[in-house]
């Protein structure tokens, strides 16, 4: 079974300042997804990520991944408040099985 | 508005009890997923559709069935209800033409069961 690590669980961080969401893998994963989700709404795909060095960004979130290291990371930059969410990252193991980390709840304060 | 619906949108039921979640993909998204997340297991993936096949299998209790049809609508069926059931079950499409799993997935707005 694909392990998935995120950390930090929680995150409060100022407006403008730019900080960094880590996603750990346990085994080979074929691919990186991360996800947004707003307190009592669904799920919004942020990102895929396809291979080793991958890295796609949208607005003030740019993710990457390592396969060799089995990392990836959410960068977020110059936060303002709209960012304030729960991500998760999942990992997909080569039998197509989606694999969540415990989700980062990330609050922004002007 | 992600252009997948869910139904119903919210489910109050007792255990031992059987329903059935809908879930209505995109227009031409090919693949269909559905997912469970509750407080104390998180997200779990449960299964994966893809143009009426199921392609994958994740931590779907034996208790738990699924399908897609030929208009590719989905339904997830959940019997022998538990307390530990209860949850929001979300299902997401994709178009992926090619049956690999590469595109954004787009995700309904749930529907969250309580199981009494």
């Known amino acids: 079974e694909l392990k998935v690590e995120q950390n930090p669980l929680f995150l409060s961080m100022q407006e403008g300042k730019n900080y960094t969401i880590y996603c750990n893998y346990s085994?080979?994963?074929?691919?990186l997804y991360w996800y947004r989700q707003d307190p009592g709404k669904s799920l919004e795909s942020l990102f895929v990520?396809?291979?080793?060095?991958a890295v796609k960004q949208e607005g003030r979130l740019m993710a990457s991944l390592d396969t060799k290291a089995r990392l990836s990371t959410l960068h977020i930059t110059a936060a303002v408040h709209d960012l304030s969410a729960t991500y998760f990252c999942?990992?997909?193991?080569?039998?197509?099985?989606?694999?969540f980390g415990t989700g980062t709840s990330l609050t922004v304060i002007p | 508005d992600s252009g997948v619906t869910q139904t119903p949108k919210h489910l109050i039921t007792a255990t031992g009890q059987r329903v059935t979640l809908r879930c209505s993909p995109r227009?031409?998204?090919?693949?269909v997923y559905w997912y469970q997340q509750s407080l104390d297991q998180g997200l779990q993936f449960l299964i994966h559709?893809?143009?009426?096949?199921?392609?994958a299998k994740g931590n779907i209790l034996e208790r738990f069935s699924a399908q897609q049809f030929p208009d590719l609508h989905s339904e997830l069926n959940l019997s022998s209800l538990e307390l530990g059931d209860s949850a929001l079950y979300f299902c997401?499409?994709?178009?992926?033409?090619?049956?690999?799993?590469?595109?954004?997935?787009?995700f309904g707005p749930g529907t969250r069961l309580t199981v009494l």
């Open positions: 997401a499409s994709s178009v992926d033409p090619s049956g690999r799993i590469t595109d954004t997935q787009y």
């Open positions: 085994t080979t994963s074929d691919r």
């Open positions: 990520l396809l291979s080793n060095g």
């Open positions: 999942a990992g997909m193991n080569t039998g197509n099985q989606f694999y």
């Open positions: 227009s031409g998204d090919l693949s």
């Open positions: 559709y893809y143009n009426g096949e199921e392609r």
